[in-house]
């Protein structure tokens, strides 16, 4: 079972990872002015400033603090959010699948969108619709996702009155539909461009000149041919996208209102509630190599010549 | 010639577009290949006998075109058919195996459905019959288990059982005409002689023409029956395979027939220093004046430099293109 081998090695290389991000998580919170304490109140009694902190175990030096934390998070306890008292599991569990809807969305939107663009604009470079994609590509990777955002608001919610202009709603695709695509707009560019480039360079591979020696019209030998080929890269490129969308979700979550990890993390860092950042972040982390992990295995399902060893 | 050609090209001039001017990249390319007929086109390595080929089968591409002459198949000009007919014969009619087997297959596709697609492109079949014909055709190309090897992916069989496979491509819709461009340069040695045997057994059992394109003179004389040699984009010798050993006219094709190494007599005299013809093939953008052999030929005189040579019929068959052919 080279496969399953395959798997637990790679599940077993995410843990150094995983500790190495808990630490500079750490290393940075004991390093920046400030605590949850300050964050409450500019001037707040010396006292009550000591007795707080020690309840909240913040008066032990950072090593300790260091291993309390880690015996516990092998355990699967996250520990308690300093500004709301509720454990921090249960926090990021109410706002998972609302980043999960946002990010998948926007996936689904750049995928959808991306690859076929990147694909037509292959068949016909330098025409017109290649030129036209092209420049929505560049566009949408050059422009600011805030102020994307903002635009789209103003827009749809608004002038047109189309889509309500924030928050979760019941979490429908109308209340979705605007915050997803903002996010999107740079994964589709990127696909878009990689797309093209890839089915470019296949084009030319000898096995499409012998595809065409067969005599199939061009149609065929992209979807016989070239479409599984050009699979691989585009793969590669939805598996580093999804850890930068996870990484811009928190300014989108923010405009949006959109109660998700990323504007719970912008909340805690802003409340300095360690636990709370910790706990999003190690989960961004975790999400985002359980994708590359996917992805790697989808790899030798596309790709006949990739073994696992 | 009595019987009507299977394919006649006549004058074929294949054009170079670099942008700013088109340059002939082949020129007064004629030749006639017969029903069952063995045919080879020889020369160094950017001498037009690739792209000569890729036009038969109408796979030129940008910046390649075909810029004058006509190709006729079966009696009809074929160079300007619209794409769907020219993809009707091809594959169909004109089937193509070339030189890289590795890259010549595409990889992540088993190869069993790689010769299916033919009989569903060009047979009208379910995909489920064409496995089962293709699992016959790989038989029919000596592949051993052929019903294990259909699944297998190009990445898991040798070079020798690539090429089988691009054979068994090649023959599945039995084509008239079968263009091998150099279809065992990228062999090993003793897999050649293999590849080459079943080549040729298949298509004299089907009757099918071969155009086979080499820079291994020999090769092709062992296999063809009639032999063309290019140079710099033109045909400058046409023959029976067994008189071009025997009185080469042209220069070039002496130089060929001197540079290959050949065991008994003058080996056995200690005389089996190679030769070789000096210099190289001149760029396409820059061919010189007259005759195009002339920088690297011994026996130019000034005519060579200024006149570029008619084709001479021989008074003992075949054509030459050159001002002091024997």
């Known amino acids: 079972m080279p496969m399953l081998s395959f798997l637990i090695r790679r599940l077993l290389q995410t843990i150094p990872t995983v500790l190495a991000v808990v630490l500079l998580v750490f290393v940075l919170f004991s390093v920046v002015p400030g605590s949850i304490v300050s964050s409450m109140s500019d001037d707040a009694d010396p006292q009550v400033e000591l007795r707080m902190k020690q309840q909240l175990g913040l008066d032990d030096p950072v090593h300790v603090r260091f291993g309390k934390y880690i015996a516990k998070l092998a355990t699967g306890d996250f520990g308690t959010s300093f500004r709301t008292r509720e454990p921090v599991t249960t926090m990021i569990a109410k706002r998972a699948w609302p980043t999960l809807q946002l990010i998948f969305t926007s996936m689904a939107f750049a995928v959808l969108l991306g690859v076929p663009l990147g694909f037509v604009a292959a068949l016909r470079p330098g025409g017109f619709v290649d030129s036209a994609a092209m420049f929505v590509a560049v566009s949408g990777l050059s422009i600011a996702k805030f102020w994307l955002g903002l635009v789209l608001m103003y827009l749809f919610a608004l002038k047109l009155g189309w889509l309500p202009s924030f928050g979760y709603g019941d979490g429908s695709l109308k209340y979705l539909l605007l915050p997803a695509v903002t996010l999107g707009v740079s994964p589709m560019a990127l696909l878009a461009r990689t797309t093209r480039a890839a089915v470019l360079e296949i084009m030319t591979a000898d096995f499409v000149r012998t595809a065409r020696s067969k005599g199939m019209s061009e149609i065929r030998v992209v979807k016989w041919h070239v479409m599984r080929n050009a699979l691989v890269i585009i793969l590669t490129t939805m598996g580093l996208q999804f850890g930068a969308l996870m990484g811009q979700a928190v300014v989108v979550e923010k405009l949006f209102s959109w109660p998700g990890i990323g504007s719970l993390l912008v909340d805690s860092v802003l409340q300095r509630d360690v636990p709370a950042v910790q706990g999003s972040i190690l989960v961004v982390v975790l999400a985002f190599l359980a994708i590359n992990l996917l992805i790697d295995v989808l790899y030798g399902v596309i790709d006949p010549r990739i073994r696992y060893a | ?326």
């Not at chain 2, 061919?287 to 130019?300: K, T």
């Open chain 2, 1 to 326: 010639m009595t019987e009507a050609p299977l394919i006649e090209v006549e004058d074929l001039r294949i054009d170079l577009d670099d942008g700013a001017k088109r340059v002939a990249a082949a020129e007064g390319v004629s030749f006639r290949i017969s029903r069952g007929e063995t045919f080879g086109l020889v020369g160094e390595s950017g001498c037009g006998k690739s792209i000569t080929a890729l036009a038969l089968i109408g796979l030129l591409r940008p910046p390649l075109s075909i810029g004058s002459g006509v190709i006729r198949f079966e009696g009809k000009e074929i160079q300007h058919l619209s794409a769907a007919k020219q993809r009707d014969l091809r594959g169909n009619s004109i089937a193509m195996i070339f030189q890289e087997p590795m890259t010549a297959l595409n990889p992540v596709s088993p190869v069993g459905r790689q010769i299916a697609e033919m009989f569903v492109l060009h047979k009208g079949k379910s995909w489920r019959e064409a496995n089962k014909l293709a699992i016959e055709a790989l038989a029919d190309v000596r592949v051993p288990a052929p019903e294990r090897r259909v699944n297998d992916y190009p990445h898991q069989l040798s070079g020798g059982m690539r090429q089988r496979v691009m054979i068994a491509i090649a023959l599945a819709c039995g084509p008239d005409l079968l263009i091998a461009d150099e279809p065992t340069t990228a062999l090993d040695v003793t897999v050649q002689a293999e590849i080459i045997e079943l080549m040729r057994n298949l298509c004299a059992e089907r009757g099918t023409a071969i155009l086979m394109i080499s820079h291994d003179l020999g090769l092709v004389a062992n296999v063809c029956r009639r032999v063309a040699v290019m140079y710099a984009g033109r045909i400058v010798e046409e023959r029976g395979s067994a008189d071009i050993f025997r009185n080469p006219s042209h220069p070039y094709t002496q130089g060929l027939v001197d540079s290959l190494p050949r065991l008994g007599s003058r080996a056995a005299l200690g005389r089996n220093r190679l030769k070789e013809i000096a210099g190289v093939v001149p760029a396409i953008t820059s061919f010189p004046d007259g005759c195009r052999f002339n920088p690297r030929c011994a026996q130019a005189t000034e005519i060579c430099r200024t006149t570029a040579p008619k084709t001479d019929m021989l008074e003992a068959g075949g054509l030459v293109r050159c001002h002091h052919h024997a």
